[in-house]
């Protein structure tokens, strides 16, 4: 079997690169690409700004875990306090009263 394909020397590859810099045009309408293409800067702004507007959504929605959270703990001790003040009675109301805040705040999320 012969090896048909040459290999190319360092001369003929610097030529190659040297030909390919000066030559490049940037990619513009033609047959075989017919769609016009958005500049890279404009590419850049869209992409920056919907990971801006991302993190604007991510930051509201751990404000959002951050305050069920807090209402999670609040209730919590309300109810310690309750149930400890009592000395033990009336408990079962209390938790009762606990889970229904703590299904309130699991839907809320």
């Not at 016009?36 to 404000?63: F, H, L, P, Q």
């Not at 875990?65 to 079962?92: D, H, N, P, Q």
Request: proline share 2%; glycine share 6%; aromatic share 4%.
């Amino acid at each position: 079997m012969v090896n048909l394909k040459q290999r190319l020397s360092e001369g003929d590859i610097s030529l190659f690169l040297r030909r390919s810099r000066t030559s490049h045009k940037p990619l513009a309408q033609s047959k075989s690409c017919p769609v016009k293409t958005d500049s890279v800067t404009k590419v850049v702004k869209d992409t920056i700004g919907m990971i801006a507007e991302s993190e604007k959504e991510v930051e509201y929605a751990a404000r959002e875990v951050e305050y069920l959270i807090r209402r999670e703990k609040r209730a919590i001790e309300v109810f310690e306090k309750r149930s400890s003040s009592k000395g033990g009675v009336g408990t079962s109301q209390g938790v009762l009263s606990l889970k229904r805040e703590t299904d309130k705040n699991h839907q809320a999320v």
